[in-house]
């Protein structure tokens, strides 16, 4: 359970170290999956994300680019996102879920 007193980053920060030690690496592609993960990380950032119909939001990035795309934190929703780079800012492409999955899914 995450405590109650915690800020945003430190709570994201719980979400993603307690995904990382369940993660699944019985197998060479888990284990590169994770070392890969683990080396995008980036301490969590404030962004403003574009969602389709024009709508934006405040989330928290949580990767650096991978190519054109990055993980972000969505705090209403309660989970993460690959959104990909645009003149405009992260544009959600509609790949949610937990934050290693989106990662994966580049």
């Known amino acids: 359970m995450i405590?109650?007193?915690l800020s945003i980053p430190?709570?994201?920060?719980?979400l993603i170290e307690t995904e990382m030690a369940e993660f699944n690496v019985t197998s060479e592609v888990g284990l590169a999956?994770?070392?890969?993960?683990?080396?995008?990380?980036?301490?969590?950032?404030?962004?403003t994300v574009?969602?389709?119909g024009g709508?934006?939001?405040?989330?928290?990035a949580v990767t650096h680019p991978n190519g054109d795309y990055r993980v972000i934190y969505l705090p209403l929703a309660g989970y993460?996102?690959?959104c990909v780079d645009?003149?405009?800012g992260p544009l959600?492409?509609?790949v949610h879920g937990h934050a290693i999955g989106c990662f994966s899914s580049v």
Do not use: M
């Open 80 to 82: 993460f996102s690959l």
């Open 86 to 88: 645009s003149v405009f």
């Open 55 to 60: 709508l934006t939001q405040e989330c928290w």
């Open 3 to 5: 405590e109650s007193g």
């Open 10 to 14: 430190d709570r994201i920060k719980h």
């Open 50 to 52: 574009n969602f389709s």
């Open 92 to 94: 959600d492409i509609g």
């Open 33 to 47: 999956t994770l070392y890969a993960f683990r080396a995008a990380l980036c301490e969590p950032e404030a962004v």
